[in-house]
C-alpha cells in the first residue's frame, strides 16, 4: 500500500515560517498522478483540511484561517508537494499529514479528508513562544 511521507515540521515562534514537504514511500511512484492535501489536527479537536492541490496544479483551495498565509504548491518532476507556512499563529500547532487523492473532483482536489486513499503519518507543527 503506497504511503505518503512528510518532513518539515518543528517548533517555531509566532510569525515565523515553515515548509511542509510531502513525498511518496515508494520513489517510484509519480505522485503527479494524485490530487494532493493537506491535513492537521490539534490535540482535542478533530482533523480539518487545510489545503489542496490537484495533480497538474490546478485547483488550489484553502481554509479560511490560513489564506493570505499558507501556499501549496508542487514539483511533479521532483515528487514533491510543499505547504509554505507563513505567519504563523499558535493555532497552527497539530500534526500535519499530506494524502493523495486518486480520483480527485472535476475542481481538481478537495478539502474532504474522506476523499483521500492514501495518507502519511504526520509531522508535528508547533508555535509558541
Known amino acids: 500500500q503506497l504511503r505518503l511521507v512528510e518532513s518539515g515540521g518543528g517548533l517555531v515562534q509566532p510569525g515565523g515560517s515553515l515548509r511542509l514537504s510531502c513525498i511518496a514511500s515508494d520513489p517510484y511512484f509519480p505522485l503527479a498522478d494524485l490530487a494532493v492535501g493537506w491535513f492537521r489536527q490539534a490535540p482535542g479537536k478533530e482533523a480539518e483540511g487545510v489545503s489542496c492541490i490537484g495533480s497538474t496544479g490546478q485547483g488550489a483551495n484553502y481554509v479560511d484561517s490560513v489564506k493570505g498565509r499558507f501556499t501549496i504548491s508542487r514539483d511533479n518532476a521532483r515528487n514533491t508537494v510543499y505547504l509554505q507556512m507563513n505567519n504563523l499563529r499558535p493555532e497552527d500547532s497539530g500534526v500535519y499529514s499530506c494524502?493523495?487523492?486518486?480520483?480527485?473532483?472535476?475542481?481538481?482536489?478537495?478539502?474532504?479528508?474522506?476523499?483521500?486513499?492514501?495518507w502519511g503519518r504526520g509531522t508535528q507543527v508547533t508555535v509558541s513562544s
Open positions: 494524502a493523495g487523492d486518486r480520483y480527485p473532483p472535476s475542481s481538481g482536489a478537495t478539502l474532504n479528508q474522506n476523499d483521500y486513499e492514501y
